[in-house]
């Protein structure tokens, strides 16, 4: 298996463009996680779906974010508009069944925006 | 104060010593994860754990519910173990992670 697949890997934008970040979850995996990660605050939670669906949206920083899953494969966050607080490396995990099994994590996204 | 602590926050050791990051958290937990980060930023996850010793290769983990402390030791350490170590809480809710601070570990040779 390919494991996590993100996209890109990295992204350079300006303060006010839209940024969209993808993800490819381990197939057959039905839990997927969205995460950012600062040296400030370290890994923190943005989204959890399951089956698809959002759980728990709580981590989501703001308005600016969205994040969907129309499909068991494919998942994108995307951040409207973006400012340069916002960078970070964003890392998406999947798991076989909920956060109860071992996540795995794609190489992340490395995010600056100027 | 944070629920989950980790301790060192930084290690630094020769090659082939043997190596041990602790970690404790104050809430209720049902696992605990230990992963692996890479100085290029990639994270692996290493061992998911709620009682009891996994051992992978050189990496054992432990884990004492009653004391809400958990270990990872390395044996023979060498310069590729030289990464972050976190550890994560899992609680009751059954996906969120509580996320330890990491311990950075160098191993010189």
């Known amino acids: 298996d390919a494991g996590v697949i993100q996209s890109p890997r990295h992204e350079v934008t300006e303060m006010g463009q839209e940024v969209t970040l993808r993800c490819k979850p381990i197939?057959?995996?039905?839990?997927l996680f969205w995460y950012r990660q600062t040296m400030m605050r370290g890994l923190e939670l943005l989204i959890y779906f399951n089956n698809n669906v959002p759980i728990d949206d709580s981590g989501m920083p703001e308005d600016r974010f969205s994040a969907k899953m129309p499909n068991a494969s494919f998942s994108t966050l995307k951040i409207q508009p973006s400012e340069p607080r916002d960078s970070a490396v964003y890392f998406c995990a999947s798991s076989i069944r909920g956060g109860a099994y071992e996540q795995y994590f794609g190489p992340g996204t490395r995010l600056t925006v100027t | 104060k944070n629920e989950v602590e980790q301790s060192p926050q930084n290690l630094t050791a020769q090659e082939g010593e043997f190596i041990t990051i602790n970690c404790s958290y104050s809430?209720?937990?049902?696992?605990l994860h230990w992963l692996q980060q890479h100085p290029g930023g990639g994270i692996v996850s290493l061992f998911m754990?709620?009682?009891?010793?996994k051992k992978h290769g050189r990496l054992i983990a432990t884990i004492n519910i009653q004391e809400k402390h958990s270990s990872l030791h390395i044996t023979a350490s060498h310069p590729r173990d030289s990464a972050v170590y976190i550890c994560a809480a899992l609680m009751d809710s059954n996906y969120q992670l509580i996320w330890g601070a990491g311990t950075k570990l160098i191993i010189k040779p």
């Open positions: 197939s057959g995996h039905n839990s």
């Open positions: 754990l709620s009682s009891g010793k």
């Open positions: 809430v209720g937990i049902s696992a």
